[in-house]
Each structure stands twice: as C-alpha cells, then as structure tokens.
Nanobody, 116 residues
Framework: QVQLVESGGGLVQPGGSLRLSCAASGFIFSWYDMNWYRQAPGKERELVAGIISAGGTTNYADSVKGRFTVSRDNTKNTMYLQMNSLKPEDTGVYYC?????????WGQGTQVTVSS
C-alpha cells in the first residue's frame, strides 16, 4: 500500500532553516509528481511546492518562492523540502502528497514551528 513518511520538522528561530524529507513506498515513485502541503492552525491546507516525476520542473506558492526548494531522489524514493529564511507564518504541519489513480495519499505530517 502507498505509504508516505515525513520527517525533519522541529522548532527553529525566524531566519533559520530546516530540511524536510518524505520517504515513499508502495508505488513506483519515479512515475508520479509529488507535492508538499502545509496546514497552519485554524487554516485550510495549502499547496507549498510541487515537483514533477522526473524532477526537472517545480512550482511554488508565492509565499515561499525564493526561500524554499523542493527536490527528489528517485533512486531513494524520497522527496525533500529545503526551507530557508523561515518566518513565523511558515509554522504549520507539513504533509507529503501524491495523487494516484484519482486518489490523494497523504503522510502523517511533520510539525514545523518558527518562533523566537
């Protein structure tokens, strides 16, 4: 079965950096586009970044452009999100997502808290 496991979250000061990882299993990772979403307290889940199956094309929410970088290693079935210049408004639970055969799959999420 499809399994997505996020890791790398934590507490960081404003201006700091974190690197999130999403380990995937149960499907052919290199065939599918992958996404990072986040959900802040009291807000809807929003798309943060996406990367196509081959890894060459990416897209970002305007709020994170120039600060976040999404990447993937298809040999390790893993997607990453490098987050720099973090702001308090980046706080939330970050989720890994894949859409397969008309169904969304999600990981359990990893908490990112940006606070001094």
């Amino acid at each position: 079965q499809v399994q997505l496991v996020e890791s790398g979250g934590g507490l960081v000061q404003p201006g700091g950096s974190l690197r999130l990882s999403c380990a995937a299993s149960g499907f052919i990772f290199s065939w599918y586009d992958m996404n990072w979403y986040r959900q802040a307290p009291g807000k809807e889940r929003e798309l943060v970044a996406g990367i196509i199956s081959a890894g060459g094309t990416t897209n970002y929410a305007d709020s994170v452009k120039g600060r976040f970088t999404v990447s993937r290693d298809n040999t390790k079935n893993t997607m990453y999100l490098q987050m720099n210049s973090l702001k308090p408004e980046d706080t939330g639970v970050y989720y890994c997502n894949v859409y397969i055969r008309r169904k969304d799959f999600w990981g359990q999420g990893t908490q990112v808290t940006v606070s001094s």
